[in-house]
């Protein structure tokens, strides 16, 4: 870990999605990162609503759950002594949020490149498996990539 970043980890959705279903495809990698991890780990409104809109789409989880449902399961998972909820969501209007925007080429990183600039500003790592969103990154040591291979 590079100097400046606490042990605290924002989960991106994929993550976030990984650790709450034992079928999906990475639910160990997940699962055993958090675990070797004694630091906390959090999550924010939109990775939370990504949760729940993921795993409420057969594409997405194979065996959907209602969006109920899935909110459910998200606040059961969340019960963990080591999550922390990060409430406050700057406008994206503002700095250095929106100076974020200027190295995205286009809208399928806007979210991305928020949730970036959110753990930065939360001293945080935001722990993903997109290997591209490092290259939304300009601190080094904000971004873990879980590598699937």
């Known amino acids: 870990m590079k100097k400046g970043y606490s042990e605290l980890l924002l989960l991106d959705v994929n993550v976030l999605v990984a650790l709450a279903w034992p079928n999906h495809q990475f639910h160990i990698m997940a699962t055993r990162r ?43 998972l969340i019960q963990d002594a080591r999550h922390l909820y990060l409430d406050s969501l700057p406008s994206p209007t503002t700095q250095p949020f929106l100076q974020c925007f200027e190295q995205i ?12 600039t959110l ?12 290997s591209r969103l490092a ?13 699937g291979l």
Request: hydrophobic share 40%; proline share 5%.
């Open 135 to 147: 290259s939304l990154s300009e601190a080094e040591g904000s971004i873990e990539v879980l590598s």
């Open 34 to 76: 958090l675990e070797q991890d004694k630091g906390y780990w959090a999550t924010c409104a939109l990775t939370q609503l990504g949760f729940i809109r993921l795993s409420s789409n057969p594409a997405a989880v194979g065996l959907p759950k209602s969006p109920w449902e899935a909110a459910s399961l998200l606040a059961f």
């Open 105 to 116: 080429p286009g809208s399928k990183q806007v979210t991305d490149a928020y949730l970036v």
């Open 119 to 130: 753990a930065k500003q939360n001293r945080a790592r935001l722990l993903t498996f997109d």
